[in-house]
């Protein structure tokens, strides 16, 4: 199967690991085991004396019952017999398209996004419409061009909520419209959702599968919960036809995710409110440093993100955004995206969730760069 370059993943792979200040990582800040131990006030000593004890199998299969029934918490309508655990969000992504896609099946994808939600389904072979989001509109789906790309064959409706990179937010009401469409013609609904609850108001922000039978959520610890070296992540639906699926699929590339990580997953989906609290608390402080320093510099501009990690900032250079973000990074150690990496020029993908001292740094190092042009 050829497909394309990920771009953003490719991006990450080559520079993020030398970055002075990194505002380009998309997770809130993450955390050690000390910290998650101290936040959840879990016994330490105790869960490693208890799991050093056990012996290393495939542990259970489909993912103990806390893990499972964890991750059901986190909707209203989803029992834990209803989530299949993957190899974090990429892989429940990836699980999804190859179980339920097959070429010439018509998707229908938005953009910009995060690119599996495309590229992967054009590798299959499917027959992929976009529908592009723009920024008069808040960057939310217009929802009459969606009903002139949704045909009868359409098997599958992707979309991002909260989206990435933007950090627009699709209220319930926009949801249930999709909803509708997609019930027409008897499409799923695939919604990545991996920046789910952290919102910049208290709002209870909704999931796919909470609204439509045929609704599929991805999610994983990684954004939401700052654990992403757990690798875990999963897939949530209310159709027993694909899940089957999916746990056939399941069989041929994971079998079972990493005892450790199931016990590690669950000691923080126990404490999902500290945790959401803390994390919370970040985006919105953060947020608010972010657009602080937009105001403060007239050739950088967005639209302030509703929820998520992510702000897609435009800047009036007459350089492109490789050349941009490359220049900068060697210059000053200033990290970030460059939104051509979302087919979006002139722009660059900030993510201020991290660590509040890099956060001020970074944005200190675009500035001083931007000073040069």
Same mark, same amino acid.
């Given at each position: 199967m050829?497909?394309?370059?990920?771009?953003?993943?490719?991006?990450?792979?080559?520079?993020?690991?030398?970055?002075?200040?990194?505002?380009?990582?998309?997770?809130? #800040?993450?955390?050690?085991?000390?910290?998650?131990?101290?936040?959840?006030?879990e016994?330490?000593?105790?869960?490693?004396?208890?799991?050093?004890?056990?012996?290393?199998?495939?542990?259970?299969?489909?993912?103990?019952?806390?893990?499972?029934?964890?991750?059901?918490k986190?909707?209203h309508?989803?029992?834990? #017999?209803e989530?299949?655990?993957?190899?974090?969000?990429a892989?429940?992504?990836?699980?999804v398209?190859?179980?339920?896609?097959? &070429?010439?099946?018509?998707?229908?994808?938005?953009?910009p996004?995060?690119?599996?939600?495309?590229?992967?389904?054009?590798?299959i072979?499917?027959?992929?419409?976009?529908?592009?989001?723009?920024?008069?509109?808040?960057?939310?789906?217009?929802?009459?061009e969606?009903?002139s790309?949704?045909?009868p064959?359409?098997?599958?409706?992707?979309?991002?909520?909260?989206?990435?990179?933007?950090?627009?937010?699709?209220?319930?009401e926009?949801?249930?419209?999709?909803?509708?469409?997609?019930?027409?013609?008897?499409?799923?609904?695939?919604?990545?959702?991996?920046?789910?609850?952290?919102t910049?108001? #208290?709002e209870?922000?909704?999931?796919?599968?909470?609204?439509?039978?045929?609704?599929?959520?991805?999610?994983?610890?990684?954004?939401?919960?700052?654990?992403?070296?757990?690798?875990?992540?999963?897939?949530?639906?209310?159709?027993?036809?694909?899940?089957?699926?999916?746990?056939s699929?399941?069989?041929?590339?994971l079998?079972?995710?990493g005892?450790?990580?199931?016990?590690?997953?669950?000691?923080?989906?126990?404490?999902?409110?500290?945790?959401l609290?803390?994390?919370?608390?970040?985006?919105?402080?953060?947020l608010?440093?972010?657009?602080?320093?937009?105001?403060?510099?007239?050739?950088?501009?967005?639209?302030?993100?509703?929820?998520?990690?992510?702000?897609?900032?435009?800047?009036?250079?007459?350089?492109?955004?490789?050349?941009?973000?490359?220049?900068?990074?060697?210059?000053?150690?200033?990290?970030?995206?460059?939104?051509?990496?979302?087919?979006?020029?002139?722009?660059?993908?900030?993510?201020?969730?991290?660590?509040?001292?890099?956060?001020?740094?970074?944005?200190?190092?675009?500035?001083?760069? &931007?000073?040069?042009?």
């Open positions: 050829n497909i394309k370059p990920f771009a953003v993943e490719e991006w990450m792979n080559e520079y993020e690991v030398g970055a002075r200040y990194n505002i380009a990582e998309t997770c809130v #800040d993450s955390v050690s085991l000390d910290e998650l131990f101290e936040l959840t006030g016994n330490k000593e105790d869960f490693l004396k208890d799991f050093c004890a056990q012996r290393l199998t495939y542990g259970d299969i489909w993912g103990s019952k806390a893990l499972r029934s964890g991750i059901s986190l909707y309508t989803i029992k834990a #017999d989530v299949v655990l993957t190899h974090g969000a892989g429940a992504n990836h699980h398209f190859c179980s339920l896609i097959s &070429a010439g099946d018509r998707v229908v994808s938005i953009m996004t995060y690119q599996q939600l495309y590229s992967i389904p054009e590798a072979g499917a027959d992929v419409a976009i529908m592009h989001l723009k920024q008069e509109n808040d960057y939310l789906p217009d929802l009459n969606l009903k790309l949704v045909t064959e359409t098997k599958m409706i992707c979309i991002n909520n909260p989206n990435n990179p933007t950090g627009a937010l699709m209220s319930k926009l949801l249930g419209s999709i909803v509708e469409i997609a019930r027409g013609v008897g499409a799923y609904i695939l919604c990545d959702e991996v920046y789910r609850h952290l910049q108001e #208290d209870w922000c909704e999931s796919i599968v909470d609204l439509y039978e045929k609704g599929i959520s991805v999610s994983s610890m990684s954004k939401v919960f700052s654990l992403a070296g757990l690798r875990m992540g999963w897939i949530a639906t209310h159709d027993e036809a694909a899940r089957k699926a999916f746990l699929h399941r069989d041929y590339n079998i079972s995710c005892m450790f990580d199931d016990a590690i997953a669950s000691i923080a989906l126990r404490h999902s409110d500290v945790m609290k803390r994390n919370q608390r970040i985006v919105r402080e953060n608010a440093i972010l657009d602080d320093w937009i105001k403060e510099n007239p050739h950088f501009f967005y639209t302030k993100p509703k929820a998520g990690t992510t702000a897609l900032v435009y800047y009036d250079f007459d350089i492109p955004s490789y050349e941009f973000c490359k220049r900068m990074y060697h210059e000053t150690g200033a990290f970030v995206t460059p939104g051509d990496c979302f087919e979006q020029p002139h722009s660059m993908r900030v993510g201020y969730a991290c660590d509040v001292n890099t956060l001020r740094d970074g944005l200190a190092a675009v500035t001083k760069f &931007a000073a040069t042009l």
